[in-house]
């Protein structure tokens, strides 16, 4: 069933040029789709901001309703299935609950009557800043 | 042929570990979040100690909450007084007696005339009873009832930047219409001042974003700054540039500060021509290159570029020496200068299909 030591010593001293060609140009094959499609594009985690304050970070997979106490009141926001939004805020415009689902890593909703943001996380973060 | 193949194996896998090494290198990047200017501050530092950062962006945040109170349109503090900016206000609508002001506003006030001047009032920063009128005065603003008459009258009092005089550390309005409203010039200010600041204390990689303007110093590691610009309509970015070492890039849209009448969006942009808010536009995004006014550029040449009707838009940015700019009309179609094309990279895979985009020669 299982190949001895002595076999899989044998079948690497036997390995042809092309098995050695095979080997090495799949590990850069590899290495080079790792890092190229390793998915960026969902985001990991949520982190929530209290005015000047990381107020807390939660994984997007674990569904959540979220209480946050900001400048104005008890804003909630709800985390599921890779996703968070503001649902209630204490906010007059409601700005922030329109904008709605966010699901990429980069995006953020800011209530800033009320001082709180949300950032979604992800592996990698398409840019550093935000222009609006 | 096989020792080759094996060594050729052997530089890939160090490759790798190289690679995997090098991204732990990175140098260490200090993040801070605040609100001022009534909207959200960020401040980025790299290459400095945690400690040392802090330091440096604490600073910068309580030279903005200074700055924000002195030119505060319509806020007291919290003793009850007007700030800097209303006590000249309250005097301009006095009459014509010069008051004292201070040598810094009284710099800002030269500049934003100029610059009033060079966008044909387009920029117009003496309009604030408009903008007081519209309801965007307040913290928590509502749709109002739209008062045509009144508008008109206050378009007829013709308040212009041009109006004010300033003299010997001393300024008096000859029209007593004028209320300054600086909120489309202060936040560029503030970001030239702390970037001026950050380079005076040897700070060689940073990011400043005051509510969506942004200038960066230097680099980001071994990277330029990335920044993304905000869909008007979609809580995504519409694409992403580098913002390399001295440039800032800045955005005037009718999302920010809006309310909704009859399903009509009125946005916080008012034309001085007629008195009402723009509603041909989304969003206007301009590129400054390096220049030691380069964050107040920023903030003040999208505002012409977004008023002007769509025809006018890149004459608008011509009389202000703006090169790279973007336009985002009220269909959600992109117009672009060529400059400005080149530097950006599409994340909204319509645009990058060039569906809905004209690119358009500046030179």
Redesign the interface.
């Known amino acids: 069933m299982f190949a001895s030591f002595t076999q899989i010593k044998n079948s690497i001293t036997h390995l042809r040029i092309g098995d050695w060609l095979v080997i090495a140009i799949s590990s850069v094959l590899v290495v080079y789709l790792f890092q190229h499609l390793w998915s960026h594009e969902h985001a990991a985690k949520v982190q929530i901001r209290v005015g000047d304050k990381v107020h807390a970070t939660y994984d997007l997979n674990l569904a959540r309703h979220v209480q946050v106490t900001g400048a104005l009141g008890e804003a909630v926001i709800h985390i599921a299935h890779g996703k968070a939004r503001f649902a209630k805020s204490p906010c007059h415009n409601q700005y922030c609950v329109h904008q709605g689902w966010l699901n990429h890593s980069g995006q953020a909703a800011i209530c800033l009557p009320n001082q709180i943001s949300l950032e979604l996380i992800g592996e990698k973060k398409p840019y550093d800043t935000l222009n609006y | ?2 020792k080759w ?2 060594r ?2 052997l530089i ?2 160090l ?2 570990g190289l ?1 995997t090494l090098r991204s732990f290198q990175q140098a260490p990047l200090h993040h ?4 001022v200017f ?3 501050v ?1 401040i ?1 530092i790299v290459g400095e100690t945690d400690e040392r950062a802090a330091v440096l962006s604490n600073h910068i945040l309580r030279d903005f909450q200074q700055l924000h109170q002195q030119l505060h349109a319509w806020k007291t503090d919290k003793q009850g007084k007007p700030s800097e900016l209303g006590k000249l206000n309250s005097a301009f609508a006095q009459g014509n007696a010069p008051i004292n002001l201070s040598l810094q506003l009284a710099n800002m006030l030269e500049d934003a005339q100029a610059l009033s001047s060079q966008s044909q009032g387009l920029f117009n920063p003496a309009i604030g009873h408009l903008i007081s009128h519209w309801g965007f005065h307040k ?4 749709a109002i009832e739209i008062d045509e008459a009144k508008i008109a009258s206050l378009v007829k009092d013709k308040p212009s930047m041009a109006d004010i005089v300033i003299k010997n550390h001393t300024a008096y309005s000859n029209n007593p219409q004028v209320k300054l409203d600086l909120g489309g010039y202060a936040k560029g200010y503030a970001l030239d001042m702390a970037a001026h600041y950050l380079r005076q204390q040897q700070v060689n990689n940073a ?1 400043i ?1 005051i ?4 200038i960066a110093i230097g680099k ?1 590691g071994d990277k330029p ?6 869909h008007p309509r979609n ?3 519409i694409a ?1 540039l580098d913002l390399d070492d001295g440039w800032a ?3 005037s ?1 009718d ?2 500060r809006y ?1 909704m009448r009859n399903s009509k969006r009125y946005c916080h942009i008012i034309d001085p021509r007629n008195g009402y808010p723009v509603q041909h536009t989304q969003a206007v ?1 301009v590129l400054i290159p390096p220049h030691n006014k380069a964050g107040v550029l920023s903030d003040v040449a999208s505002k012409p570029i977004f008023i002007a009707a769509p025809a006018d838009k890149p004459q608008a940015a011509a009389k202000l020496g703006i090169t790279h700019f973007m336009v985002i009309d009220a269909e959600s179609n992109v117009v672009i200068t060529q400059a400005m094309a080149k530097k950006l990279n599409w ?1 909204d895979a319509n645009f990058e299909k060039n569906h809905h985009v004209r690119v358009i020669h500046t030179d």
């Open positions: 042929m096989r193949l094996t050729l194996l890939a896998l490759a790798l690679f801070s979040q605040s609100y009534g909207t959200l960020d980025s913290d928590e603003f509502a990011l974003n509510g969506g303007n942004i980001n700054w990335r920044v993304g610009i905000q809580p995504s970015a992403t890039i800045g955005t849209g999302y920010q309310f995004t994340s």
